[in-house]
C-alpha cells in the first residue's frame, strides 16, 4: 500500500481537504466522476490560488503543457489510477493518506503531492511503492526525496 504523511498546518484546511477525499474515495472505484461545477463549489479558493501557481510553472516548462483546474480535477478522477483506501489523523499534527496503485504506471503521486500542499497540508514522508522517502520542499512546489532504507525494510517486513 502506498502512503503520503502530511503535516497538518491548518485544522481547517485539513477537514476541507477531507471532504474532498471522501468524494474521491466513493467515487474512483466505480469509476465515477462529477460535473466540473461540482468540483468548483467544493475545492476553496485558497487551494484554486495554489494550485494557479503550479499550473503557471508546469505551463512555463514547455509549449506542450497546458495545466489548469480541470487538468487537475481530471487526474484525481481519472489519471491517478489508484483507489484511496483510508486518510487518517496520526497525531494532533500529523496525517496519513493510504492508498493502492491499480496498475503501473498508476499515474505518480507529483500532482496529489501538491494537491494536498494546497491544504496546507504538507507531505512529509511518501511510500512510492519502491521506497520510503523523507520529501524537502525547496520552494513552493519542488521537493527533494530521500531514500530511507531502513524504514523501508521496515515497513516492507
Given amino acids: 500500500m502506498l502512503y503520503i504523511q502530511f503535516e497538518i498546518k491548518n485544522p481547517e484546511k485539513y477537514y476541507a481537504f477531507k471532504k474532498v477525499y471522501k468524494i474521491l474515495f466513493e467515487i474512483k472505484p466505480k469509476g465515477e466522476s462529477r460535473p466540473f461545477e461540482f468540483w468548483e463549489d467544493l475545492i476553496p479558493a485558497y487551494s484554486k490560488k495554489f ?54 504506471p498508476y499515474g505518480g503521486m ?39 532504507p531502513d524504514k523501508t525494510e521496515a515497513y516492507l517486513n
Fill in 110 to 148: 507529483d500532482r496529489l503531492l501538491v494537491f494536498l500542499k494546497s491544504y496546507d497540508c504538507i507531505p512529509k514522508e511518501i511510500y512510492n511503492g519502491f521506497s520510503v522517502c523523507k520529501l524537502t520542499w525547496i520552494d513552493k512546489y519542488t521537493y527533494e526525496s530521500i531514500d530511507l
Fill in 51 to 104: 494550485l494557479e501557481g503550479f499550473y503557471k510553472k508546469e505551463n512555463a516548462l514547455s509549449d506542450l503543457i497546458r495545466e489548469d483546474f480541470t487538468s487537475m480535477i481530471n487526474y484525481l478522477e481519472f489519471g491517478l489510477d489508484a483507489d484511496f483506501i483510508n486518510l487518517q489523523i496520526l497525531n494532533p499534527t500529523t496525517g496519513q493518506v493510504d492508498f493502492a496503485a491499480l496498475g503501473f
